[in-house]
Nanobody, 114 residues
């Protein structure tokens, strides 16, 4: 079994910053990709950013230049640094780990006030 534990969400004013963390444990196997998705109210879940084990990164256009994904492979942890947050970034943010299958975290709420 694989566990993904997310932390770092909260309430922040527009223009502020947060850093999300996601620590993976359990029978992980070989991690291919770790990343973050989000689900805004009334919207479908969407990719925010992802990082391969080799360090290749992929960002959604709406976060380029504001969010940075990074990882600590030794700790099987992925981070998402979010700067210049906007009210439209308000969402539940989910960590995703892909090895032979995909696993999801429980989600962490990010609320950006105007």
């Amino acid at each position: 079994q694989v566990q993904l534990v997310e932390s770092g969400g909260g309430l922040v004013q527009a223009g502020g910053s947060l850093r999300l963390s996601c620590a993976a444990s359990g029978n992980i196997g070989s991690i291919l990709i770790m990343g973050w998705h989000r689900q805004r109210p009334g919207k479908q879940r969407e990719l925010v950013a992802s990082m391969s084990r080799g360090g290749y990164t992929n960002y959604a256009d709406f976060v380029k230049g504001r969010f940075t994904i990074s990882s600590d492979n030794a700790k099987n942890t992925v981070y998402l640094r979010m700067n210049n947050l906007k009210p439209e970034d308000t969402a539940v943010y989910y960590c995703r780990l892909t090895s032979t299958v995909s696993y999801w975290g429980q989600g962490t709420q990010v609320t950006v006030s105007s």
